[in-house]
């Protein structure tokens, strides 16, 4: 069973950046395709970026296309986003999730995923 640790959250203003982590346990993570996901009150929770077990592939949700980037570190366990020209709208708690098998066309459901972390918040302010 593999654990996911979120950081790196926090109160930014609009325009800054924040680098989120998430930290996995496990002998498998470097065998499983990771995403990021948030969610805002009163909203679902929503797909924002994945990367593929190989890291040949990433992927982005349509609003942080060009402003956040999805990394990993198969040796060290780790999964990072880094994200730029942040806007209020990009307030939510931030979620590190893991599957198993590829994700590819289901990358955006909630449902693909088979792990969860705890979450971080990530406040924008105006």
């Known amino acids: 069973q593999v654990q996911l640790v979120e950081s790196g959250g926090g109160l930014v203003q609009a325009g800054g950046s924040l680098t989120l982590s998430c930290a996995a346990s496990?002998?498998?993570?470097?065998?499983?395709?990771m995403g990021w996901f948030r969610q805002a009150p009163g909203k679902e929770r929503e797909f924002v970026a994945a990367?593929?077990?190989?890291?040949?592939?990433?992927y982005y949700a349509d609003s942080v296309r060009g402003r956040f980037t999805i990394s990993r570190d198969n040796a060290k366990n780790m999964v990072y986003l880094q994200m730029n020209s942040l806007k209020p709208e990009d307030t939510a708690v931030y979620y590190c999730?893991?599957?198993?098998?590829?994700?590819?066309?289901?990358?955006?459901?909630?449902?693909?995923?088979?792990?969860w972390g705890q979450g971080t918040q990530v406040t924008v302010s105006s």
């Open positions: 990367i593929t077990r190989n890291i040949i592939t990433t």
């Open positions: 496990g002998r498998t993570f470097g065998t499983h395709d």
């Open positions: 999730a893991g599957a198993y098998s590829g994700v590819s066309r289901r990358r955006v459901r909630v449902d693909a995923y088979d792990y």
